[in-house]
């Protein structure tokens, strides 16, 4: 089980928006504002989507946006894409000995 | 930045598993990142494993404390994981990322491989 809760899938038809959300706790999302969320396509290496809540990495679409409320953050993917079909990680920094913990992923399906 | 796992996709239970990942359009010597590994258990979700400096300098999840090893190579330009002891729960992708070590401008994983599966099985 992992520490982060994630939504096993959300799907949506093109151009609609869809958010994901990621549910930790007081020690991880609801204490630091070092969340951040990772696309993967299978068999392609992982890609930094949103960091920090809230930033994106250069090159990344305006259609990828994050927010936090509490202890659970939200991916939002609008204007879909068919390449936005992946699966998602959110992921948070504890400050604990284990440092850092993960969702166990949401696959995006475009219908 | 491009990085690259290899190694054994079998791993006879109670061996030790070894991994290396090539790091390529970067110079891990030039320092100012921490390289981190992590894995993804079949069907689950990831699990950070621990990172290393350069200098050699590293930090590992407790949970795997004691089984775990990370090494660097400068000259390669490469990074290794072994995890001795394996059973059948180790069997899982695994991928390593820059990234690990959070100070205020920097607290996420900015490249990652494409992974690695390893199977423990005899």
């Known amino acids: 089980q992992s520490a982060l809760t994630q939504p096993a899938s959300v799907s949506g038809s093109p151009g609609q928006s869809i958010t994901i959300s990621c549910t930790g706790s007081s020690s991880d999302i609801g204490l630091y504002n070092y969340v951040s969320w990772y696309q993967e396509h299978p068999g392609k290496a992982p890609r930094l989507i949103i960091y920090?809540?809230?930033n994106r990495p250069s090159g990344i679409s305006d259609r990828f946006s994050g927010s936090k409320s509490g202890k659970t953050a939200y991916l939002t993917i609008s204007g879909l894409q068919a390449e936005d079909e992946a699966d998602y990680y959110c992921s948070s920094y504890t400050g604990s000995s284990t440092l850092w913990v993960f969702g166990g992923g949401t696959n995006v399906t475009v219908l | 930045v491009q990085l690259q796992e290899s190694g054994p996709g079998l791993v006879q239970p109670s061996q030790t598993l070894s991994l290396s990942c090539t790091v390529s359009g970067g110079s891990i010597a030039s320092g100012g990142y921490y390289w981190s590994w992590i894995r993804r258990h079949p069907g689950k979700g990831l699990e950070w494993i621990g990172y290393?400096?350069?200098?050699?300098?590293?930090n590992y999840n407790p949970s795997l404390r004691g089984r775990v090893t990370m090494s660097v190579d400068t000259s390669k330009n490469q990074l290794s994981l072994e995890l001795n002891s394996v059973t059948a729960a180790d069997t899982a992708v695994y991928f390593c990322?820059?990234?690990?070590?959070?100070?205020?401008?920097?607290?996420?994983?900015?490249?990652w491989g494409p992974g690695s599966l390893v199977t423990v099985s005899s």
């Open positions: 990322a820059r990234g690990g070590y959070c100070t205020s401008v920097s607290c996420y994983f900015d490249y």
């Open positions: 290393i400096y350069y200098t050699g300098s590293t």
């Open positions: 920090e809540v809230t």
